[in-house]
């Protein structure tokens, strides 16, 4: 049977080397779960890093020239951005974990999360969701937009519900992409949707004709101090190396692997999690932990107790960084060593430290990895 790592280079390949040409005149279309192939649908693996994401923008740049694919790289970069604009405000996270319900109709709530509303496109998509664990990237802002705008829901709520269902769902995408939709990313410029919108990029499947498509940004006074980033890989000597479930980079984990006695991968469980994940993707998650583990001999897979005491001992390990989001927050919560040390992708360590606003991409990044 074919490993997941290679299931996901053979996805990007025949991807880069059939359908990316198409890619910007074709990606906002949602023409049903039958017809993917406007989209990469890659993002399930690049979410845990099966395959990351400067592989896959070098892969595709082998292949064709920069000019003519230059939209699929920017979107490629966008999950790059968010992922070191959320490693610069890290409180954010920790305030989006710590939202509170009020003032919320419980009868609409329990209308959006079973997809019953009066809102037949928002429905549908409720169910694909939670029967296909994926939404297109156009769909995943008309339905945030519904949720905010028309609905009248509180946007974590939302990320939440995204965060449950998605293969893909990413700490740092999801929680910023809600946040963009709702007007607080960027502040007021926020994304309504609106009927003849969703007929178009549908190819007229839907038109609602119930739509708040006049909607206000959302406003905040909460502003967030931007930390600087303190990536750098020690030679710390360590033998044992721990790797959790959104950072499974098979290629970095290979070239590592000889450093260390002991490899362990960890999941957590829903017990230890603050955002419970459905059925559907914490089986996901265990069929990825799985599948990567067998690739490197003598590794092993922790259960939470395990990976409680080992963070609790005084054993000397290092981490292949898992971000800002569910994982570490679990390590701070719960790791009392000292000898605990977090080890880096070279290209994060470089282009992470760039991601304080969207100028600084095209400057810094792309000249390094595009080397224009």
């Known amino acids: 049977m074919e490993d997941i790592h ?96 009020k003032n919320v109709d419980n009868e609409v709530l329990e ?26 990237n156009h769909t995943r802002m008309w339905f945030a937009s519904i949720w905010i705008f028309t609905l009248d829901l509180p946007w974590q709520l939302g990320a939440n519900f995204f965060m449950k269902h998605l293969y893909d769902g990413d700490a740092a995408s999801n929680t910023l992409s809600w946040r963009w939709v709702a007007g607080l990313q960027t502040i007021g410029k926020h994304y309504v949707a609106t009927s003849s919108n969703i007929s178009k990029f549908t190819n007229g499947k839907y038109r609602p004709n ?3 498509e006049d909607a ?12 600087e ?18 950072n499974l980079d098979v290629e970095f984990i290979t070239k590592i692997k000889d450093n260390y006695e002991n490899i362990y991968f960890a999941l957590l469980s829903n017990d230890k999690r603050v955002l419970k994940l459905s059925e559907n993707v914490m089986t996901y998650k265990n069929l990825l932990v799985e599948d990567i583990s067998k690739k490197f001999t003598g590794s092993s897979i922790m259960v ?13 390990f290092d981490v292949i960084y ?32 760039f991601c304080k606003k969207v100028s600084l991409i095209l400057k810094k990044i792309y000249r390094r990895l595009l080397k224009i």
């Open 216 to 227: 206000e940004p959302m406003e905040s006074s909460m502003t967030y101090d931007t930390n």
């Open 304 to 316: 939470d107790d395990e990976l409680i005491s080992l963070l609790t001992s005084n054993s000397s």
């Open 229 to 246: 980033l303190d990536f750098i890989n020690l030679n710390s000597g360590n033998k044992n190396l721990i790797i959790f479930e959104n």
């Open 322 to 353: 898992p971000f800002v989001g569910e994982n570490l927050s679990f390590i701070n919560n719960h790791s009392v060593s000292d000898h605990l040390n977090f080890i880096y992708l070279d290209d994060d360590i470089h282009c992470l430290q």
């Open 6 to 101: 290679s299931k996901a280079i053979k996805k990007l390949d025949d991807f880069i080397n059939h359908d990316l040409p198409q890619y910007s005149r074709d990606r906002n279309y949602d023409f049903g779960i039958t017809r993917r192939n406007n989209v990469s649908m890659l993002s399930k693996y690049i979410s845990h890093r099966i395959i990351n994401e400067y592989s896959v923008v070098k892969r595709s740049l082998d292949r064709y020239k920069f000019n003519k694919i230059e939209k699929y790289i920017q979107e490629v970069f966008w999950r790059i951005y968010w992922k070191g604009w959320l490693e610069h405000r890290p409180k954010l996270w920790n305030d989006y974990l710590s939202y509170s319900v």
């Open 111 to 136: 209308k959006a999360y079973s997809g019953t509303t009066n809102i037949e496109c928002f429905n549908d998509w409720v169910d694909e969701l939670k029967s296909t664990n994926y939404l297109h």
């Open 210 to 212: 119930n739509l708040n």
